[in-house]
């Protein structure tokens, strides 16, 4: 079978297609034919050798990815042969979904409902479980409160609005593009601002009657951390969940405001989390008001350009995935 391999970090210039041998699934595993692998900025990061935790090499990178299972392993039980299925390899075992197969921990793979297309469940696992947990888990947000996403035109940014929105939110959203904003709004947010303009700290002010957003879901700190302090509500909530770099900002934005400022990576999360997340990503699927936006499908080959355009793009419009 083809699949994605690394055999030194670097540049983009390092995934390569190669012809590996057809995996076989131990106890507890399945394999996957997949359909859609999703690209997410951490496999970029990791594939540049920058990242905290890094595989041994050689390895096929992606943690994401939906199609149908074609084997199952001794002690499995939960899915059978012909499954519809996404992957989202956290804890678990994951070959790696730049694949046209991929084996996983059963625990790491969940049932993908018709409604939802193999690229849409290839979105799922990091951009939705981050999400979650930044709204929910770290954000703690309540219906009524407004949440303000910093970059809402992404993968995670789509998914912050739509739980948002479900959940009984006021939300507001900022993108870099008329494209981009488009898209959000399209996605339920209430207000839509272009974070690149002069002034649109004052128009959330006045959007929120002064006072600020409550939650702030944050996808470049390093650049707008200062500000989201500067904007956030009394006794309210940062939640960063991208970062490329250092900065410096003063405490006292945090203390004057008695706010939280927190972040998180998702192989922090405990199992018990992870199987909360996957609850309410099933049950918004089924229900309809969860929906991926995929931005782009790339066949396998052309991963080095997805790789390219993650990370250079100068603004995010949905899900980028790759199709085996």
């Known amino acids: ?39 997410n900025p951490v496999e970029a990061y990791v594939r540049s050798g920058t990242y905290a935790r890094l595989p041994q090499l050689p390895y096929t990178p992606g943690a994401d990815g939906a199609g149908t299972v074609d084997a199952v392993g001794p002690n499995v039980t939960q899915f059978r042969e012909g499954d519809r299925v996404y992957i989202a390899a956290v804890h678990g075992y994951c070959s790696g979904t730049y694949a046209e197969q991929a084996i996983c921990d059963a625990t790491d ?34 219906p009524g409160q407004t949440l303000f996403v910093h970059g809402a035109s992404g993968g995670v940014g789509i998914a912050a609005v739509q739980f948002g929105r479900a959940f009984g939110l006021t939300v507001i959203g900022t993108a ?29 002010a006045t959007l929120t009657d002064g006072t600020g957003p409550d939650l702030i879901v944050e996808m470049l700190a390093n650049v707008n951390l200062g500000v989201d302090l500067e904007m956030l509500a009394k006794y309210g909530r940062v939640v960063i969940v991208g970062n490329r770099g250092a900065l410096e900002f003063n405490p ?50 052309e991963a080095r350009t997805a790789h390219e355009q993650l990370m250079t793009a100068g603004s995010a419009y949905g899900k980028i995935v790759l199709v085996p």
Request: charged fraction near 20%; proline fraction near 5%.
């Open 176 to 204: 870099g593009s008329d494209k981009g904003r488009a898209l959000v709004t399209e996605q339920g947010a209430h207000h839509v601002l272009d974070h690149k303009a002069e002034g649109y700290r004052q128009q959330v």
């Open 252 to 301: 006292r934005l945090i203390m004057g405001k008695d706010a939280n400022v927190s972040g998180f990576t998702l192989p922090n999360a405990s199992p018990a989390t992870l199987a909360r997340a996957h609850a309410s990503i099933g049950a918004g699927l089924a229900a309809g008001t969860l929906r991926p936006v995929i931005g782009e499908e790339r066949p396998l080959a």
């Open 109 to 142: 793979v969940h049932p993908l409902s018709a409604n939802v297309s193999f690229a849409q469940g290839a979105a799922l696992g990091v951009p939705y479980v981050t999400a979650w947990r930044a709204v929910f888990d770290h954000g703690r947000a309540e």
């Open 1 to 39: 079978m083809k699949a994605i391999r690394v055999r030194q970090f670097g540049d983009p210039s390092v995934l390569a297609v190669e012809d590996i041998d057809t995996l076989l699934p131990a106890a507890g595993q399945v394999r996957v034919r997949v359909a859609a692998a999703g690209v």
